[in-house]
């Protein structure tokens, strides 16, 4: 018997001496999590892409501004105070930095920042970096932020997706060098400009880049690199700013980016040596490896907050306001059916729908008044936040309190759906996917809410829902392959503008994957950048808002707070609320651990 | 030997040609715009879908294509997966490396404890040792993978901080990527071995631990069962009556009787061990351990056809070698097999 034991024996000797607390402490490797120096963030998100024209994602564009520097940066966490970070000043009228019509704008460019891949800026380099954040110009990208303002346009394309002609001179006289000054020249005043540079078109290297296969920075070339693929250009995987971070590594395998300290910057170097963001999709994984100190900070959704408060030496920063509008119900109004699974048979027979599915309004406003916002609110938001009203969240002016709202009314969503598409939804039913991001509980539960609630209208709706990987989803939806998915919007600047324009005009990112046009809209959001009265922009927005309620495009749920959570020997976070991926992610430079 | 072996090994090929014809016409199902997704790598692409269906031909009669996909994977070519932002053979060769090392560091316990539990149940037939192997047996058949790797990630991890998440330490992970890291196998515990990195080894190790012994515990059930019922079989046999008559020691009985039962033994061991390496997903998730498993799971979900066409290519060929691997072994466990 005693040796039969042995296996046994064996195993459990095996499995001490792996794990016999002998082994080197991790807090006494140098590079690990428990090391004062490095700091670990375990999150859901996977990068999409780190070239600063290309990213308009949360999760890529958060690192981009640790790689990255813009002209100038937020204070603390202000969202209209400004200090300069390449440029030496914050161009204001009474310094003489901005002309008297509100027109132009001088930044005089800071000497002595390095690239991280060699080399110091120069005034070329910030007019190549905004020129080519404006010419770049992808589809559904950031690009419109600056070139909207800066040349009246849109798009670089026309809506046949033809190059306009004359953009590039648009462009390259709009911005120009003067000594050592960039002149920025707009071609309407628009007072949230420098909130816009704040956050985009951050400083990149014009050698590195036309060595990597970027634009070169000629007039002769810039088409060819307009509107390109995500991967064609070495700045998707190779950065060169002039962050405090630079990039060691980005694993797509692991789902891991690590950052190390730039010690050639210019300020300070940062306190924290090496920065590691890694992908855990399981909550509870996530949620040990806060515990054992293995990460510092972790993203957790409001369903998690009272799991992670009684955790030994992890704080839970509760109550932080948020101007975004997440999350958000889209319908695409002109599905991509070809090759796509998300849409069944691609035909209204009760196993798919068609492309036009979702631009029958009946059918939008049957789905809205399916969901239950406010039991949402209740039940998944711990009763955090308060039911949106529209498309400009609460703290921003233009947030207007008495915009109605879909109540949840199933009997009054059947009424919808006995009209939609002529009465042929009804009798034949569909099939279709709602999708979210992998790892995103409070969207799983929206999409599983709808599901519940519109199958049980009529036994002949069949709605699947389905994660998928962010990254993916973003590809996508871009491409139109998602009938209805589920995402949020952060905002690129604290201005209403920033959430009428993304929602309901036509050239933005939404209503263009969405396939949705209001010419009213269109024309009174373009109205509204060029107001410069207050009073009179907050009418302009509340119509728009109103618009949005009639058409039904997207559903806006929530004004939210968040939290966010880490271990207390975090020091240094500074929480605002334009940051990407805020509060989960935040400047790293003014971190460090106790 | 050989010649049997030569046999077997002849027909592999006719074997992996009928498998991969069964993928490929499942594969066909679908209609030729959803294959043509495939070749999508920019949604622009979609305007011009006809003309990737006419460049690849995705409505030519089912044999043409099937050779002409035959000779892409002949060229190891196999798409490119979204999942994984790389083509699939090089995404394949970055996860199934951790799934070797994961699969054979839960096999060893598997086949050891298996095997010992399963002889010690039926030699102690309905006592004590045969009650505990059987609870032993049904908790781990019945109780789901997710739920045993949380238990075991909250005490080993969460309360013990022994065994912690993932492949390896942020420590270990500057090691690995050190220019002067040589990555000779992928394997981890084997490249430190040969670099010289002893507390690399080790921490590797404790990364495997609780999922090794997650997968050790609901996998060796069947294992169990398997061995206790052959046993029990080859014990109620004249010889052993015989053998035990002539006053043959208990433990040279069951030495005999073990030898005799391991046929079965064999053929579910290299099916386990093959879905082994076919990936673990949920152990993989739980664990975040980037192996095939989640690598694969990910790309179910997300419709990512030619990841999961890849791996299930993959798989089936581990399927078939190990059916072979298999064959031999009962060869080498009972000759008349090799006779006959």
């Known amino acids: 018997m005693r040796r039969n034991l042995a296996p046994l024996v064996l195993s459990l000797a095996f499995a001490v001496a792996c794990g016999k607390k002998e082994a080197p402490a991790p807090a006494a490797q140098p590079g690990g999590a428990h090391d004062k120096t490095t700091f670990v963030h375990v999150t859901i998100q996977d990068i999409d892409s780190l070239d600063p024209a290309w990213a308009y994602d949360t999760a890529s564009h958060a690192i981009i501004l640790n790689l990255y520097e813009p002209l100038v940066q937020y204070r603390g966490s202000s969202m209209s105070e400004l200090e300069p970070l390449i440029s030496e000043k914050v161009p204001s009228v009474a310094n003489g930095l901005v002309s008297a019509d509100g027109r132009s704008y001088s930044f005089p460019i800071r000497k002595g920042v390095k690239f991280h891949q060699g080399g110091e800026v120069t005034p070329e380099d910030v007019r190549y970096s905004l020129m080519r954040f404006m010419l770049y110009d992808r589809n559904g990208g950031p690009s419109s932020l600056l070139l909207e303002p800066v040349t009246g346009l849109a798009s670089t394309r026309d809506e046949a997706g033809k190059l306009i002609e004359d953009v590039y001179d648009k462009v390259a006289a709009a911005v120009t060098v003067d000594g050592d000054k960039v002149v920025l020249k707009l071609s309407k005043p628009f007072a949230p400009i420098l909130t816009v540079l ?111 408060e009684s955790i030994d030496g992890v704080e839970v920063i509760d109550d932080l306001p948020r101007i975004d509008m ?269 | 030997m050989a010649k049997f072996v030569l046999k077997r090994l002849a027909m592999l090929p006719l074997v992996l040609a009928g498998v991969t014809m069964l993928l490929f016409g499942l594969f066909q199902t679908l209609s030729p715009e959803s294959r043509a997704s495939l070749y999508i790598k920019d949604p622009r692409q979609l305007s011009s879908l006809e003309a990737v269906i006419r460049e690849h031909g995705l409505r030519d009669p089912f044999h043409k294509q099937y050779l002409r996909w035959l000779r892409k994977v002949a060229r190891g070519d196999l798409g490119y997966s979204e999942t994984a932002k790389m083509p699939v053979t090089e995404a394949v060769r970055a996860f199934f490396p951790a799934t070797i090392e994961l699969s054979v560091l839960a096999f060893i316990p598997i086949m050891v404890l298996g095997v010992w539990l399963g002889t010690l149940s039926a030699v102690h037939k309905d006592k004590l040792v045969d009650q505990l192997s059987r609870f032993i047996s049904i908790t781990g058949y019945s109780l789901p993978s997710f739920a045993l790797g949380l238990i075991l990630l909250m005490v080993f991890y969460g309360v013990l901080n022994l065994f912690p998440p993932g492949r390896y330490s942020l420590e270990s992970d500057i090691v690995v990527h050190d220019a002067a890291f040589n990555a000779f196998t992928g394997l981890i515990l084997l490249d430190s071995l040969l670099n010289g990195e002893w507390a690399l080894f080790v921490d590797a190790l404790r990364h495997l631990v609780l999922p090794a012994a997650t997968l050790t515990y609901i996998t060796m059930a069947l294992l169990v069962r398997v061995t206790r019922s052959s046993m029990l079989e080859e014990l109620g046999k004249d010889y052993v009556r015989t053998a035990r008559a002539k006053g043959l020691s208990e433990a040279a009985v069951i030495a005999h009787a073990r030898r005799n039962a391991w046929i079965p033994v064999i053929t579910i061991a290299s099916i386990l061990f093959v879905q082994l390496l076919g990936g673990v997903l949920i152990t993989e998730t739980v664990f975040a351990y980037p192996g095939i498993g989640r690598w694969v799971a990910q790309a179910a979900l997300q419709l990512d056809v030619p990841a999961v066409m890849g791996v299930a290519l993959l798989t089936s060929s581990l399927f078939v070698l190990g059916n072979l691997a298999a064959d031999i072994l009962y060869a080498v466990v009972d000759p008349r097999i090799r006779f006959k």
């Open chain 1, 198 to 308: 704040a956050s985009w078109a951050p400083v990149v290297s014009k050698a590195y880049g036309a060595s990597v296969g970027a634009w070169d920075g000629s007039k002769e070339t810039w088409k060819k690199h307009n509107n390109p693929q995500k991967t064609s250009e070495g700045f998707h995987s190779r950065p060169d700013g002039t962050g405090p971070f630079m990039l060691e590594r980005w694993d797509s395998k692991t789902k891991e980016i690590i950052m190390t300290r730039f010690a050639g910057y210019w300020r300070e170097p940062a306190k924290l040596k090496r920065v590691v963001v890694k992908g855990v999709d399981e909550f509870q994984t996530r949620k040990l490896m806060l515990a054992a100190g293995d990460a510092d900070s972790i993203y957790a959704d409001s369903l998690a907050k009272p799991l992670l």
């Open chain 1, 326 to 594: 997440n999350p958000t119900i889209f319908f695409v109004f002109k599905i991509d059916v070809q090759g796509n699974p998300n849409v069944g048979s691609g035909k209204l027979d009760g196993e798919g729908i068609p492309s036009d599915f979702f631009s029958d309004k009946d059918l939008r406003l049957g789905f809205a008044h399916a969901f239950d916002a406010e039991g949402f609110i209740k039940d998944v938001n711990r009763g955090k936040g308060t039911r949106a009203s529209g498309f400009i969240p609460a703290g921003l002016p233009g947030h207007n309190p008495s915009q109605p709202n879909y109540p949840f009314d199933l009997q009054k969503a059947e009424q919808y759906f006995r009209k939609a598409h002529g009465g042929k939804a009804w009798e034949k039913g569909f099939k279709f996917t709602i999708a979210y991001n992998s790892g995103n509980q409070p969207r799983e539960v929206i999409a599983n809410m709808l599901k519940r609630a519109v199958e049980s209208i009529n036994p002949k709706f069949q709605i699947d829902t389905r994660a998928i990987q962010w990254s993916t989803f973003l590809d996508q939806s871009n491409s139109s392959k998602l009938p209805m998915f589920i995402l949020g919007w952060a905002p690129d600047y604290p201005d209403a503008h920033n959430f009428a324009f993304p929602f309901m005009h036509s050239s933005a990112k939404y209503p263009q994957l969405q396939h949705y046009k209001n010419a009213e809209a269109d024309a009174l959001i373009n109205s509204a950048m060029r107001e410069i009265d207050p009073a009179k922009r907050e009418k302009l927005y509340k119509r728009v808002q109103a618009i949005a309620y009639e058409d039904c495009p997207t559903i806006f749920i929530l004004n939210a707070v968040r939290y966010r959570t880490q271990r207390k020997w975090v020091k240094g976070f500074e929480y605002n609320a334009v940051w990407p991926d805020s509060p989960y992610m935040s400047p790293f430079y003014t971190v460090w651990k106790e």
